[in-house]
Structure formats: C-alpha cells, structure tokens
C-alpha cells in the first residue's frame, strides 16, 4: 500500500511539474518587429515557428524599418528585429540595442514601379515617369522607409529626380505605396517585387530598377539586446534561417542573400 501510494504522489508530482511547465510556455511571447515588406512572408513563418515549437507565442509588430528602430530605441520591450535594410540595423548594432552574434542578413529583394492593373498610361521605364500624363507618384518618405530611400538612389541614378520632385506622394511605409497604387489614387508608386506579387489583380510591374540603381537591399535579422525572453527569440531567428524558413521566404518572392 505504501509503495502504491508513494507511486500514486510520485505521478501526481511529475503530472504537476508537467503542468507547471505547459503553463510556463504558454505564457511565452516573444514580440517581433518586422518591416512591413516581410509581413505576409512572416506571418505564415510565424504560424509555422508556434505549431514547432507549442507553448511559444510570436506577436508582430510591422512597420517601416525607421519607424521600428525608433521604437527600439525608445524602449519598446521587442526581442527580434528584422529590418528592410543594413543602415537601420547598423545604428542599433553601433548604439548597443544587438545582442552580439545574433545578427544575420538572410533575403534580399528588388525595386520595382507599378502602376494600377486599370492604367491606360503607357509606362515601361522610370523615366517614363518624368510624362506629363503622370502627376502623382507614391514612394515611401525616405527618412524612415528603406523603400523610400532605394527609390531616391533609382531616381538619382535616372537623373530624374528634379523633374519628379513635384509630383511625389510620401507615403509612410511600403504598403501605404501599394494601396495607393492599388486604389488608383497615383498614376504609379515604387514598390518592392515582393509587395507587387500580393496584389496582382490590382497593380502591374511597369519597370524593374537595375541592381546598380541603388545600394543593396538586404534585410537583416537579430535578438534584440533586453530581449525579455532571449532564448525563444534566438529559437525564433534561427528558424528564420533556417531550410523551412527559406522556403517559405522565397515563396513570397524574396531571394537569398549571395555570399
């Protein structure tokens, strides 16, 4: 009897410390802020990261990379970063907010000028935009949109960027340039290749900008320094990187990162 009842609690013992540990991971989150670029790509990376990993809650936070390091700065409790270009993840890396070795480039993209699937407006190249029938262009504000700057470097490598001044709309990420585009509400935005795929019933790939129009575009990824839960947010770059995360990542248009 003794011994059954020294099983019996034995059990009970290791069924609560189970419970103790289900209930441990399930109050697991991590927060990711990512640009708004990698958001559908992300979201499908993230359902698959919690089914993997059961008990570890991923909340995004998508936005411009500008806007995002902002927030960092400033203290808002994020443990993963991935950003749309290498100047925002410099500055916090410079100014101590990366924890160290965690840091990886993982995709990059393309630029591309849309224009609305219903244009009647004859545009194949960026210097078509310099027309008279086209007034009004979004492209992201370069101060916080690395969108917004690759498109500055594109209009600069066309020599075009005087004529355009006057007819530009700053939107304030790259998907706000989409929508634009999207609703008809501008003759034509710059996007990234993998924003125009999403809605291809709606916008049309007129040009694609040369690599050499503009510098790189590769988007890092890393643990943020007061990560709260450091260990799941290392899991969850990892995953990132991982064969499964490509996959999915190229899915969505990204390309890898060339060594």
Known sequence: MAKRIISALSLFMMLWAFVGQVNAAESTEITVSAAISLKNAFEEVGKLFESSNWGIKVLFNFGASGDL???????????????AALKDMDELSKEGFVLPDTKANFVTNTVVLIVPASSKISTASFEDLTRSEISKIAVGNPKTVPAGRYTEETFQYYKISEKLKDKLIFAENVRQVLDYVARGE???????????????????????APELSHKPIIYPITVIKDAKNAQAAKMFVSFVLSEGGKIILEKHGFKPVRN
């Open 186 to 208: 501008v003759d034509a935005g710059v996007v990234y290749e993998t924003d125009a795929i999403i809605r291809q019933q709606e916008v049309k790939v007129a040009a694609t």
């Open 69 to 83: 390091k902002t927030q960092i700065k400033g203290g808002a409790p994020v443990d993963v970063f991935a950003s």
